[in-house]
């Protein structure tokens, strides 16, 4: 991934260019809108194929996708787990816009 430009906060551009570069490999992963709001937590078996999936605009929600953040682990779900847990801390114990599952263990 040191070959794929950073973009701000360390976000990513979402775009075929730069997410072909995200290696298949497990891990989570963060969508944001344009102002980088964090609008989508997900975690995957390959990184590289769900980002690919949410290019092909299968979800209208995640359409509003302009930037990402990986992070390559062998246990995805703990990860996306731990992502969640943050995530309702620091916004009033809301999900992101997107996600309709809470991952975090926590309801």
Same mark, same amino acid.
């Given at each position: 991934?040191? @070959? #794929?430009? +950073? &973009? %701000? @906060? /360390? *976000?990513?551009?979402?775009?075929? +260019? &730069? #997410? &072909?570069? #995200?290696? /298949? #490999?497990?891990? &989570? *992963?963060?969508? !944001?809108? +344009?102002?980088? @709001? =964090? =609008?989508? =937590? %997900?975690? !995957?078996?390959d990184l590289n194929k769900a980002l690919l999936k949410t290019l092909d605009g299968f979800n209208s929600c995640l359409s509003k996708a302009s930037f990402f953040q990986v992070s390559i682990n062998s246990n995805p779900k703990k990860g996306a787990a731990f992502l969640f847990a943050k995530y309702k801390e620091e916004h009033g114990g809301f999900l992101p816009r997107c996600n309709k599952i809470d991952l975090s263990g926590n309801k």
């Open positions: 991934m040191a @070959e #794929v430009e +950073k &973009t %701000g @906060e /360390s *976000f990513l551009k979402l775009d075929e +260019k &730069t #997410v &072909t570069k #995200v290696p /298949s #490999v497990c891990g &989570t *992963f963060m969508l !944001a809108d +344009k102002a980088r @709001e =964090i =609008i989508y =937590i %997900g975690q !995957a078996d």
